[in-house]
Antibody
Framework: EVHLLESGGGLVQPGGSLRLSCAAS????????MSWVRQAPGKGLEWVSG????????YYAASVKGRFTISRDNSKNTLYLQMNSLRVEDTAVYYC??????????????WGQGTLVTVSS | QSALTQPASVSGSPGQSITVSCTGA?????????VSWYQQHPGKAPKLMIY???YRPSGVPDRFSASKSGNTASLTISGLQAEDEADYYC??????????FGGGTKLTVL
């Protein structure tokens, strides 16, 4: 059974940094692209970033490019999101989501339960 | 990339059918057959209901169906049941390995 468990969320001041983790199990982690998707309180979903199975290719939404860095450690079956220069508008629940191919994906078939990031002074 | 446009809410009685629309552009919905629909109950993670415009993952009831015409995708739920009450989000590939989601539609089962 596929299982994704996010961690690392919390309260951080504007301009601060935070690193999110997503521990994966139940599938061959390195064979699938992964992504981060966020949801601001009471709002819709927003795609944030994606990474290929090997980790060699990364992709970002314009809203986070230059501030966030996605990475993965396939030996630990773990996905990461390093978030720097955080803004109030980055406040959201951050979900990790599993793709269906090593490079690119046609959809996201499994999602974690999410971790809340609150950016506030 | 602008969010896809969905109605804020729809409603229906048990046993009835409802349709949720999702309007984008030729650069996303109209340009690729990579439209997905997700169901999200309050406080829960999104669940994949439809992928590649009209395909259902294993375990999703056949009461859920979807299609696309031009820049608009649609999700239809027939034989509404109380447990279908949730938020529904569409998403589309936008090229260069990036994705866009709709604003979400709250389904109320009366």
């Amino acid at each position: 059974e596929v299982h994704l468990l996010e961690s690392g969320g919390g309260l951080v001041q504007p301009g601060g940094s935070l690193r999110l983790s997503c521990a994966a199990s139940g599938f061959t982690f390195s064979s699938y692209a992964m992504s981060w998707v966020r949801q601001a309180p009471g709002k819709g979903l927003e795609w944030v970033s994606g990474i290929s199975g090997s980790g060699g290719r990364t992709y970002y939404a314009a809203s986070v490019k230059g501030r966030f860095t996605i990475s993965r450690d396939n030996s630990k079956n773990t996905l990461y999101l390093q978030m720097n220069s955080l803004r109030v508008e980055d406040t959201a629940v951050y979900y990790c989501a599993k793709g269906t191919k090593e490079t690119g994906t046609n959809t996201y078939d499994y999602w974690g339960q999410g971790t809340l990031v609150t950016v506030s002074s | 990339q602008s969010a896809l446009t969905q109605p804020a809410s729809v409603s229906g009685s048990p046993g009835q059918s409802i349709t949720v629309s999702c309007t984008g552009a030729s650069s996303d919905v109209g340009g690729y057959n990579y439209v997905s629909w997700y169901q999200q109950h309050p406080g829960k993670a999104p669940k994949l209901m439809i992928y590649e415009v009209s395909y259902r993952p294993s375990g999703v009831p056949d009461r859920f169906s979807a299609s696309k015409s031009g820049n608009t995708a649609s999700l239809t739920i027939s034989g509404l049941q109380a447990e279908d009450e949730a938020d529904y989000y569409c998403s589309s590939y936008t090229g260069s390995n990036t994705w866009v989601f709709g604003g979400g539609t709250k389904l109320t089962v009366l």
